[in-house]
RNA sequence: GUGCCCGUAGCUCAGUUGGAUAGAGCAGCUGCCUUCUAAGCAGCAGGUCACAGGUUCGAAUCCUGUCGGGCACGCCA
């Protein structure tokens, strides 16, 4: 139970009783009101909009509903504080042994504090990047995989029920491609002149490794067979060699997907077909001719009676055509197969992480998900920007055909997991974000990665010196979490606290939003409150953590500190960065 | 032509789902600081929240329209 939650109950009531004693007449139901921090610090510790929400269905202005709930609120011990102000908002203050408190509750939390239960165990299916098996992961991939990451792990936080998806298309004629520049690699590995890689194959050098080792496992086995003969086998060779790389790549930056899915066993399967069927069962399938599209100079339009999906039943533009004129399946209809058996598997919330270039897929894939599931299902996509990669101000251009990729092992490699994963949380999804190599490994305050770790990194040497002065066995979060905190009294840290506080209401907001960059700038701002506290220290040695000659106080703030630095990590564990201990190893030399 | 997204300080961006006087960082100006871990701290200045209407106690936020930018729009995979 939050602080928030306990005041909201604690005004609920004063509402009710208001009811009871006439005091206050409602002639509709109350409709929900907030209680929350307040923008302006001076205005209080809680605010709520209670008076305001209030007004109409009592029939009073704001400030008259506040003032009936101003002496029922006075009543309650843990207020010392009732304040009427602006157009009708009640501002609060409680005692500070309200705020201690969450010290302690911090401490016996640890990196679970900030759980939520919103979620409500909801199964939902987050699938992200879903790159097709034709290459290394590369800077294009790499934002939406940690967007979508991590808001696996925010909604596990709020209390969802998670699964981690990654789905690849191997039947199309890209794993074809693929196959065939396989058989070229394997060709010049066993010592043939291949001479450039001609158009309509793939010319990356990272598959030399897959004709190499194809040579080496099968010989020259398939050196004098026809294509019939080595494309299937080839094939899945290659794509299993893509798919491993893939999740190598993957894991650099802790990224472990619970399920695989691929379009080639949803068509061997028959989902697809039964997919079909049900959708036909469900008279949503007919044969018609759809208008050509409009606003859009069309030289080769012929109308033709193709077999559709009656999609604009459930909000989409236009009913969409599950079959080409040839009588094949059209290409959305294995992603159809794909959500029916999302659906089947019981998953009640479905996210896609995609590209903002995949513009028109929520539109298309929605419908589909409302008629499987009569309604009930819910699709969701989260669309990321671009990356703008820079290294030395310079902006790169990256090119698939010159091979002028940046792949994400070289950023890894480059600036750490960490780092990687951080910066690219520093942006709402929808903006375009720069990725500046120089700037992300820069130790300023300007570089949010560096700003919030050192944060962490000076908890932690805090905590170190107090362990000259305290034996260890004090000073673990068990044992802090028994201290005597009543000593912290300052503004200054009482906001910390209070921010701290918030770490809860964040989670949820940040799930609910399925934003997971607010999760970064919170620690931002936590990071820059603790480093204001840290400074004050730097005036005023009275105002240092650890003051030698006085143990309780410094026991006291220790225990601030240890709550600190445990927020920190529980925020940068929903980010998957891990925590630094210390910086000064990372620190370049200065030159003399 | 249609749909979606964006437009906030000189620059890069936040803005707790409709709250009180719109916030950070950088750059600029003014002072400090040489350290419990150093790569800084405090303050000042900077705004018609693209524009115009509307909704209501209250709008950067919701609705309509306009302007400007990005992306997407066939049976292509």
Same mark, same amino acid.
């Given at each position: 139970m939050?602080?928030? /939650?306990t ?9 009710? &009783?208001?009811?009871k004693s006439g ?5 509709a139901?109350?409709?929900t ?20 929400v209030l007004?109409?269905?009592a029939?009073k202005p704001?400030?008259a ?5 101003k002496p029922?609120l006075?009543?309650?011990?843990d ?8 157009p ?10 309200i ?11 640890g990196?679970?504090?900030g ?6 165990r909801?199964?939902?299916?987050v699938?992200?990047?879903s ?7 590369h ?5 939406g995989?940690v ?9 596990a936080?709020a ?5 981690r998806?990654?789905?690849f ?8 491609v693929?196959?065939r ?5 394997y ?17 990356g050098?990272y598959l030399?490794?897959?004709?190499v080792t194809?040579?080496?496992?099968d010989?020259?086995?398939w050196?004098?067979k026809d294509?019939s003969e ?7 060779f290659?794509?299993d060699?893509?798919m ?13 997907h ?12 028959g989902t ?5 069927k049900?959708?036909?069962?469900k008279g949503?399938?007919?044969v018609?001719?759809l208008?050509p599209? /409009? ?13 559709l999906?009656r999609?604009s ?13 040839d ?11 794909y959500?029916?058996? /999302?659906i089947?598997r ?5 996210i896609n992480?995609l590209?903002?270039d995949?513009g028109g897929?929520?539109?298309r894939?929605?419908p589909?998900?409302a008629a499987?599931?009569d309604d009930k299902?819910h ?6 920007n671009?990356? /703008?990669?820079?290294?030395?101000g ?10 002028n990729l ?5 950023m ?7 780092a990687?994963?951080?910066?690219m949380?520093t942006?709402d999804p929808?903006s375009?974000?720069d990725?500046?190599f120089a700037?992300?490994? &820069?130790q ?8 919030v770790?050192y944060a ?9 010196h107090?362990?000259?002065?305290f034996?260890?066995? &004090?000073?673990?979060a ?5 201290t005597?905190?009543s000593g912290?009294?300052?503004p ?5 606290i209070k921010?701290m506080a918030n770490?809860s209401r ?8 399925? &934003?997971?960059h607010r999760?970064a700038?919170?620690?931002?701002e936590?990071a ?7 400074h ?5 040695a ?11 106080l410094?026991?006291t703030r ?21 925590p630094l201990e ?11």
């Amino acid at each position: 139970m939050t602080i928030f /939650k306990t005041i909201h109950a604690v005004v609920s009531t004063a509402v009710d &009783e208001a009811a009871k004693s006439g005091a206050l007449v409602l002639n509709a139901a109350a409709p929900t009101f907030v209680v929350e921090p307040p923008r302006e610090a001076a205005h209080g510790d809680l605010a709520t909009n209670v008076a305001m929400v209030l007004a109409k269905v009592a029939g009073k202005p704001p400030c008259a509903v506040a003032e009936i709930l101003k002496p029922l609120l006075e009543q309650n011990p843990d207020i010392t504080g009732v304040e009427i102000a602006g157009p009708g908002f009640i501002n609060l203050k409680l005692q500070p042994k309200i705020w201690q408190q969450e010290i302690q509750e911090i401490l016996k939390s640890g990196i679970h504090y900030g759980d939520s239960t919103i979620g409500n165990r909801l199964k939902v299916n987050v699938e992200y990047v879903s790159a097709n098996p034709t290459g290394p992961m590369h800077a294009g991939h790499v934002r939406g995989a940690v967007i979508g990451d991590t808001l696996t792990h925010l909604l596990a936080k709020a209390g969802y029920d998670v699964t981690r998806e990654y789905y690849f298309n191997d039947a199309g004629t890209q794993v074809d491609v693929l196959a065939r520049t396989t058989y070229l690699r394997y060709r010049e590995a066993l010592g043939e002149n291949i001479g450039e890689i001609p158009d309509g194959f793939y010319p990356g050098e990272y598959l030399k490794d897959v004709g190499v080792t194809l040579a080496q496992r099968d010989g020259k086995k398939w050196m004098d067979k026809d294509e019939s003969e080595w494309l299937v086998p080839i094939r899945n060779f290659a794509v299993d060699y893509m798919m491993r790389m893939i999740r190598d790549d993957l894991d650099l930056i802790g990224i472990k997907h619970d399920v695989f899915t691929n379009e080639r066993e949803l068509i061997e399967n028959g989902t697809l077909e039964k997919a079909f069927k049900i959708l036909e069962d469900k008279g949503l399938i007919y044969v018609g001719t759809l208008p050509p599209p /409009k606003g859009k100079v069309m030289e080769d339009w012929e109308p033709a009676p193709l077999t559709l999906f009656r999609s604009s039943k459930f909000g989409d533009s236009t009913d969409r055509p599950l079959k080409k004129r040839d009588g094949n399946w059209a290409y959305i209809m294995p992603d159809i197969a794909y959500h029916y058996n /999302k659906i089947q598997r019981g998953f009640m919330l479905m996210i896609n992480m995609l590209g903002t270039d995949h513009g028109g897929y929520l539109e298309r894939m929605r419908p589909v998900v409302a008629a499987f599931s009569d309604d009930k299902a819910h699709l969701n996509v989260v669309y990321n920007n671009i990356v /703008k990669i820079f290294k030395n101000g310079e902006p790169v251009k990256l090119s698939k055909r010159s091979g002028n990729l940046i792949t994400l092992r070289e950023m890894v490699e480059q600036v750490g997991a960490g780092a990687v994963r951080f910066f690219m949380l520093t942006r709402d999804p929808k903006s375009p974000l720069d990725f500046d190599f120089a700037k992300v490994v &820069e130790q300023t305050r300007d570089n949010p990665v560096f700003y919030v770790q050192y944060a962490h990194a000076r908890c932690c040497s805090i905590l170190r010196h107090a362990s000259e002065i305290f034996p260890v066995n &004090e000073i673990t979060a068990e044992a802090l979490a028994k201290t005597d905190v009543s000593g912290i009294t300052s503004p200054d840290e009482l906001l910390l606290i209070k921010f701290m506080a918030n770490w809860s209401r964040v989670v949820e907001a940040a799930a609910t939003a399925q &934003e997971p960059h607010r999760i970064a700038f919170y620690l931002m701002e936590l990071a820059a409150l603790f480093h204001g506290l840290w400074h004050k220290g730097n005036d005023n040695a009275s105002l240092r953590f650890i003051v030698p000659d006085d143990k309780n106080l410094t026991r006291t703030r220790i225990t601030l500190i240890k709550a600190v630095q445990t927020v920190i990590q529980s925020g940068l564990a929903v980010m998957g960065c891990p925590p630094l201990e210390e910086l000064r190893n990372e620190r370049p030399e200065e030159a003399a």
